[in-house]
């Protein structure tokens, strides 16, 4: 299950990071990227989520390295990127650029964190 939650939320990353720089390269609405991608995205990382929270019910990790509350920080901040890209969806193409650095802010932090926690043993 772990593994399965890394791959789903590395491939959220990857597209995020595609979305982002797309978007931000745009000079006008028909550059944007278009919805269907961003929702892809969003499906993805909701799922990896999910999944993560599953597996945060199963044995311990990385107590013995002082890395034990790195899964479960990393799921609560993953839920508030979550929060932030529906903020973003909602809005559609009037998104300020604040509201995507807030939110790949946030989902960056809580990938390194998870990647860090799901490393260990």
């Not at 399965?4 to 000079?27: D, K, N, S």
């Not at 901040?77 to 802010?105: D, E, K, Y």
């Amino acid at each position: 299950m772990l593994s399965l939650a890394v791959t789903l939320l590395t491939i959220a990353v990857v597209l995020g990071t595609g979305l982002a720089l797309w978007h931000l390269r745009a000079t006008d609405d028909a550059g944007r990227p278009p919805m269907a991608v961003g929702v892809v995205h969003g499906c993805l990382g909701a799922a990896g989520l999910a999944v993560l929270l599953v597996v945060l019910q199963g044995p311990p990790r990385g107590v013995s390295a002082g890395a034990g509350a790195f899964g479960p920080t990393a799921a609560i901040m993953f839920s508030a990127a979550l929060a932030f890209g529906l903020v973003m969806w909602s809005r559609r193409r009037n998104t300020p650029v604040v509201l995507m650095a807030i939110h790949s802010g946030i989902a960056i932090t809580a990938y390194v964190l998870f990647v860090a926690w799901s490393s260990l043993s």
